[in-house]
């Protein structure tokens, strides 16, 4: 079974650019996390969707981020504009009938804002 | 408020011996649960181990095992027999019941086997 993919890995954009991230859950997880770690602190929560509704979205630091789940599936991250707060790793997390509906990390989005 | 606190920023240890990594927490919830996940170099967070508020018993996950001490708030994980393979980063984490499902994490332990 694959795991949760995140899509890029790696960017580099300037401040006023607008980036998207993208994260692909576990096949059939209704929920889906979006965590974002900045340099050295602790990771911290953004927003939760259950299938396409957002759930729990007190984690989103400002209006610049705006955050999708087409259909239930993937999700989309979006910044616009970019700061250079922003810099750090979006994580991407899905859960759905395991045991301790434990969540399921992808490997991350390393942003850097220039 | 909600808090993890892990106090170690680096552990070292040597191969076949114990370690143990720790963390505190803070939440005036009753029900809660409590994880650790670790972070390779690749990236990509694994799932270890969760010890729930109410369990009675200790987790344990083949060479994992957490030390849970309700009254303390600690939630300390042990590694036995360590392996090179477990250098990583290693992170506790807290979901509280009334929180919706978000996880609440500490700022992690980089852990480092030698041989």
């Known amino acids: 079974e694959a795991g949760v993919t995140q899509f890029p890995s790696h960017s580099v954009i300037e401040k006023g650019q607008t980036v998207t991230l993208r994260c692909d859950p576990i096949s059939g997880h209704d929920n889906l996390y979006w965590y974002r770690r900045v340099m050295g602190k602790e990771i911290k929560f953004l927003l939760h969707f259950v299938k396409e509704s957002k759930q729990d979205e007190s984690g989103m630091p400002n209006n610049r981020f705006l955050a999708e789940r087409t259909g239930g599936t993937y999700s989309t991250l979006k910044v616009q504009p970019a700061e250079l707060e922003d810099s750090g790793v979006y994580f991407c997390?899905?859960?759905?009938?395991?045991?301790?509906?434990?969540?399921?990390f992808g490997p991350g989005t390393r942003l850097t804002v220039l | 408020a909600q808090k993890i606190t892990q106090t170690q920023p680096g552990m070292f240890v040597q191969e076949k011996e114990a370690v143990t990594l720790d963390c505190t927490y803070d939440t005036s919830d009753p029900s809660y649960g409590l994880f650790w996940y670790k972070q390779p170099s690749s990236g990509e967070m694994i799932f270890l181990i969760y010890?729930?508020?109410?369990?009675?018993q200790n987790a344990t996950e083949g060479r994992y095992s957490l030390n849970f001490q309700k009254a303390r708030k600690s939630a300390n994980l042990v590694i036995s027999a360590s392996q090179l393979g477990d250098s990583a980063m290693y992170f506790c984490?807290?979901?509280?019941?009334?929180?919706?499902?978000?996880?609440?994490f500490g700022t992690g332990t980089r852990l480092q086997v030698f041989p």
């Open positions: 984490a807290m979901r509280e019941a009334r929180n919706t499902d978000k996880l609440i």
């Open positions: 010890q729930g508020s109410y369990d009675q």
């Open positions: 997390a899905s859960s759905g009938r395991a045991v301790h509906n434990e969540q399921f």
